[in-house]
């Protein structure tokens, strides 16, 4: 590694990377370990720091109506504010007396929402949603745990405002009846239409830890963007966890209860302001792929529809030693961090200073010790997180090795703004750089690494931003992420666009070709490359053109109204956010569909619409029945 800092310097900072295994569950929700035992074990393999994610609450509660709040189907299990948000936080303290190799940082896996259908008395109850799942990291005080906006929580007057017409409406019932039995007027019966508007309005009390409730169907993304704001103006950390697992997803029972969570990576889309999502797990993650939903988020970023970038992180999801096959520190997130405290994991988290990483073997995993994009005229150059201010072609520097010195090989992919730019295959240990020539220089670009070896270890980078201009201009290190940001500032017009299918690079006499290969899928490389200085010359891949599937239009009394889902929608003139936008949509603006289309995006179709004399594409995604 040192060899690697001297190649790539000079460098303002030397920053220490720091081996972190997120999302780990201890006995204070449904783990195995104590958070003690846990220190222990990451002590043992290694690892230098450990996210503790345990539930924060674990209820759910089926109401029979009308006083669905008295009486209730209930299943719970343990959680941090059933053992005591303080303890919780003592423990994770002293844990970190008796154990300072080891940094243990508290964070929480939050539920907000779920939704019943079905009914008990028919057999077939179940809760959607239940393993919607956001980790919540950066809390430090146990106020902050007991008020998280989920469903079955502690008392809150913050919403109690949304409560009070039905609630004040039975008390003054209440008052009604009282006064005629005073007056004698049919006292038994005034007495007890009294009690019955007392236990009315104690079941729709005002105090209440969400204004949402699991009996009137499906809110959408409103309680998770509700819970994202909840975290973020208290200068925490948010992160979509397991969007795409199937352990942590799919159809399974809580006790007597039926649950189902779909696959939901579309929520990376529909939600703003979150820190980033999980990017890695012992699988590869469908929306971290090449034009994936990372990527359509990242250049959502690009475009100004958001206000700063989602990183990628690798989550353990670790509950037991070998369960599920899972291993404590089998899939890892390495901060580039200034010193080993709290604080600083938090900012090179927050600032996306970090990579994610598999580790297959106890002793062995990549090593992204370098990778840097530079302006090779002015002599500057950033890192994972950082904003690169370019008047020229950039140069991408890279250094990786395998930490056990296990000599082996490794298939690097750079991707320039979701689209696959150079493939190569290498020995590892790597240290090499890249100019890319066919950069459009009109336009803001990012890059980021996907790094697989043959024995399966995986690593992601996050990205590194590049904006161009002739004129001199100062770089910028990182993209500052607001630790605090208000809901004004949610996503203003998503669109995810059909990934691009990529031609064949086309190179000069004078540079080495290079065979495409499958970023995702190993194969056996014909010949390993050695590591070279020579920077080649390699044609980007051409701009994909998605052709319109022609289809006839339908007649007007084929159409029908359909709802904007999002607060402001951008439709375009094509089926893919590089088309350009010839309309925007506000929520719950009524559209005409005209017809659907062959492109499909996670199971749902492109669609075109019309609103006044115009037409446009728009993912169905974002749309909704007029109901």
Request: proline share 8%; net charge neutral.
């Amino acid at each position: 590694m040192l060899l690697a800092i001297l190649f790539f310097a000079p460098l303002k900072v030397l920053a220490i990377p720091l081996d972190l295994v997120i999302d780990v569950k201890s006995k204070f929700s449904d783990g195995c370990l104590s958070i003690e035992n846990l220190a222990e074990l990451a002590q043992h393999r290694g690892i230098h720091g450990l996210v503790i994610a345990d539930h924060e609450r674990v209820s759910l509660e089926y109401g029979f109506p009308p006083v669905e709040h008295l009486l209730k189907k209930k299943e719970s299990g343990p959680s941090i504010l059933e053992n005591s948000a303080s303890t919780y936080l003592a423990e994770i303290r002293q844990v970190n007396k008796e154990f300072p190799k080891v940094l243990v940082i508290p964070g929480v896996e939050s539920a907000p929402f779920y939704y019943w259908t079905g009914s008990p008395f028919n057999d077939n109850l179940v809760a959607h949603n239940w393993d919607k799942h956001l980790l919540v990291v950066g809390f430090n005080a146990p106020h902050e745990y007991e008020q998280l906006p989920t469903l079955n929580s502690n008392a809150s007057w913050t919403y109690a405002s949304h409560f009070y017409w039905p609630f004040f409406a039975y008390v003054g019932g209440g008052v009604f009846f009282l006064v005629l039995y005073y007056r004698k007027n049919r006292p038994g019966l005034s007495m007890t239409a009294a009690v019955l508007m007392g236990v009315l309005a104690f079941n729709v009390h005002p105090l209440r830890s969400s204004p949402f409730d699991a009996y009137h169907g499906d809110a959408g993304v409103a309680p998770y963007q509700q819970t994202i704001d909840y975290a973020t103006q208290r200068g925490a950390l948010v992160f979509w966890n397991h969007l795409e697992s199937p352990d942590a997803n799919g159809d399974r029972t809580a006790g007597s209860m039926q649950l189902t969570t779909p696959l939901h990576p579309e929520d990376m889309l529909l939600t703003s302001n979150y820190t980033g999502f999980q990017a890695l797990d012992d699988q590869p993650v469908p929306a971290s792929k090449p034009g994936g939903q990372w990527d359509q988020v990242l250049l959502q970023y690009l475009d100004g529809e958001r206000s700063h970038p989602v990183w990628g992180y690798g989550a353990n999801d670790y509950h037991c030693e070998d369960q599920e096959g899972h291993k404590l520190g089998a899939v890892r997130t390495v901060a580039q961090v200034k010193t080993k405290d709290t604080e600083s994991v938090l900012q090179a988290l927050r600032l996306g200073q970090m990579y994610a990483v598999t580790q297959p073997e106890n002793s062995s995993r990549l090593a992204l010790d370098a990778f840097l994009v530079a302006d090779g005229t002015r002599g500057r150059q950033v890192g994972a997180g950082g904003t690169l201010i370019s008047g020229d072609f950039p140069e991408i520097s890279m250094a990786i090795r395998s930490t056990g010195g296990k000599e082996t090989t490794a298939r690097i992919v750079i991707l320039r703004s979701g689209v696959v730019a150079k493939r190569e295959t290498v020995s590892l240990p790597y240290q090499g750089k890249w100019r890319d020539l066919d950069v459009n220089l009109n336009e803001p670009v990012y890059y980021r690494l996907i790094i697989e070896t043959e024995e399966g270890g995986r690593l992601l980078s996050n990205p590194v931003f590049v904006k161009f201009q002739s004129e001199p201009a100062t770089v910028s290190e990182v993209v500052e992420v607001p630790a605090s940001k208000d809901a004004s500032s949610r996503l203003k017009f998503p669109v995810e666009p059909t990934p691009p299918t990529l031609k064949k690079p086309t190179t000069s006499a004078s540079s080495t070709p290079i065979a495409p290969q499958s970023p995702t899928v190993p194969e056996q490389a014909a010949e390993v490359q050695k590591p070279a200085m020579k920077t080649p010359e390699v044609k980007a891949p051409e701009s994909p053109q998605v052709a319109s599937p022609s289809a006839p239009a339908e007649s007007a009394s084929q159409t029908k109204t359909v709802l904007t889902r999002l607060k402001v929608l951008t439709i375009r003139t094509g089926p893919g956010a590089k088309f350009p936008v010839v309309m925007k949509s506000k929520r719950d603006e009524p559209l005409q569909l005209v017809r659907e289309t062959e492109v499909i995006l996670n199971g749902k179709p492109w669609v075109v619409v019309r609103k006044g004399d115009k037409e446009g594409y728009v993912w169905s995604g974002f749309l909704k029945d007029a109901g």
